[in-house]
């Protein structure tokens, strides 16, 4: 437990530590590789392609592993059903990403810099966070 | 906006993507941050206190501290936000919203999810990626300055 814990705080901050060497902390920089029809910046095509590569091998060699090496078994998702949550899901996620350039990780990795504009995003998508646990069909699911 | 090497970018995405890979090697578990900070304020399995719990709180905590290491040891970045509050707040809203309704955001679905070539994670992304860019386009290009 303690190990598993000490190897989150080291992979977050490799993660946190990359969010900000790739400039993924400026949201401007995300906005402009989302903007096709402008000045196209490729800056998150580079991190994603980069971030791809040891990802991708890690679950080529998880092919081998019975259980990962610090847990009993392996916790990954294994649902391959696309239904309405999903799309409508990423689609809001996607408007909301699109009018400011923050998602969920750049904003973790940017409350370091105490700046008011992330914490205020901060507050709001936990809000929207727990909003989603009000929905009917979520709270059926829970219940049952 | 200060023009940027693709190394750095490169470089960013590969400790990104290390990191994940460790973290499924070692702890089994995808590093998505949605589940994570969702899990961290006690919005999965009715808020008790799991192990689960206190890793995601120990992977968050490390990401502002891997951060801020970077900011002070590698290079101080450029942060330009320039949308409203009213923005700041309905984006945040729907980012949040979204992301739990869709299961998982840019580091779930994006990194970890397209490097196992999941089919709920490559609609996921696709979905997002070109809303987001439409989304853009309304707000810079039709409607120009409106918002």
């Given at each position: 437990?303690?190990?598993?814990?000490?190897?989150?705080?080291?992979?977050?901050?490799?993660?946190?530590?990359?969010?900000?060497?790739?400039?993924?902390?400026?949201?401007?920089?995300?906005?402009?590789?989302?903007?096709?029809?402008?000045?196209?910046?490729?800056?998150?095509?580079?991190?994603?392609?980069?971030?791809?590569?040891?990802?991708?091998?890690?679950?080529?060699?998880?092919?081998?592993?019975?259980?990962?090496?610090?847990?009993?078994?392996?916790?990954?998702?294994?649902?391959?059903?696309?239904?309405?949550?999903?799309?409508?899901?990423?689609?809001?996620?996607?408007?909301?990403?699109?009018?400011?350039?923050?998602?969920?990780?750049?904003?973790?990795?940017?409350?370091?810099?105490?700046?008011?504009?992330?914490?205020?995003?901060?507050?709001?998508?936990?809000?929207?966070?727990?909003?989603?646990?009000?929905?009917?069909?979520?709270?059926?699911?829970?219940?049952a | 906006m200060n023009e940027?090497?693709?190394?750095?970018?490169?470089?960013?995405?590969?400790?990104?993507?290390?990191?994940?890979?460790?973290?499924?090697?070692?702890?089994?578990?995808?590093?998505?941050?949605?589940?994570?900070?969702?899990?961290?304020?006690?919005?999965?399995?009715?808020?008790?206190?799991?192990?689960?719990?206190?890793?995601?709180?120990?992977?968050?905590?490390?990401?502002?501290?891997?951060?801020?290491?970077?900011?002070?040891?590698?290079?101080?970045?450029?942060?330009?936000?320039?949308?409203s509050l009213g923005l700041?707040?309905?984006?945040?809203?729907?980012?949040?919203?979204?992301?739990?309704?869709?299961?998982?955001?840019?580091?779930?679905?994006?990194?970890?999810?397209?490097?196992?070539?999941?089919?709920?994670?490559?609609?996921?992304?696709?979905?997002?990626?070109?809303?987001?860019?439409?989304?853009?386009?309304?707000?810079?290009?039709v409607l120009q300055g409106?918002?």
């Amino acid at each position: 437990m303690l190990n598993r814990t000490l190897l989150a705080v080291f992979c977050g901050i490799l993660f946190g530590a990359g969010i900000a060497v790739s400039d993924m902390l400026n949201p401007a920089r995300v906005l402009a590789f989302l903007d096709v029809a402008g000045a196209w910046d490729p800056t998150l095509a580079f991190v994603m392609g980069g971030a791809l590569i040891p990802s991708a091998a890690s679950y080529l060699i998880k092919k081998r592993m019975a259980a990962p090496i610090l847990d009993k078994r392996f916790h990954v998702p294994t649902n391959r059903t696309i239904d309405t949550p999903l799309v409508a899901g990423g689609a809001i996620f996607g408007v909301g990403w699109g009018l400011v350039g923050l998602c969920p990780g750049p904003v973790v990795a940017a409350l370091v810099t105490l700046k008011w504009e992330i914490i205020v995003f901060a507050i709001a998508m936990i809000v929207g966070m727990a909003a989603y646990g009000y929905l009917p069909q979520r709270r059926a699911k829970v219940a049952a | 906006m200060n023009e940027l090497h693709f190394l750095w970018p490169l470089a960013g995405g590969l400790l990104i993507g290390l990191s994940a890979a460790l973290y499924l090697l070692f702890a089994g578990r995808i590093a998505g941050i949605t589940g994570m900070t969702a899990t961290v304020v006690g919005l999965v399995d009715g808020g008790s206190w799991s192990p689960a719990r206190t890793q995601a709180l120990g992977f968050l905590g490390g990401a502002v501290l891997g951060a801020g290491l970077a900011i002070a040891f590698v290079r101080e970045p450029e942060i330009i936000i320039t949308p409203s509050l009213g923005l700041l707040v309905l984006g945040g809203l729907l980012v949040g919203f979204g992301t739990r309704l869709g299961s998982g955001c840019t580091s779930g679905h994006g990194v970890c999810g397209l490097a196992r070539l999941s089919p709920r994670s490559i609609v996921a992304t696709i979905t997002f990626m070109v809303v987001a860019a439409l989304t853009v386009f309304v707000v810079r290009h039709v409607l120009q300055g409106v918002v």
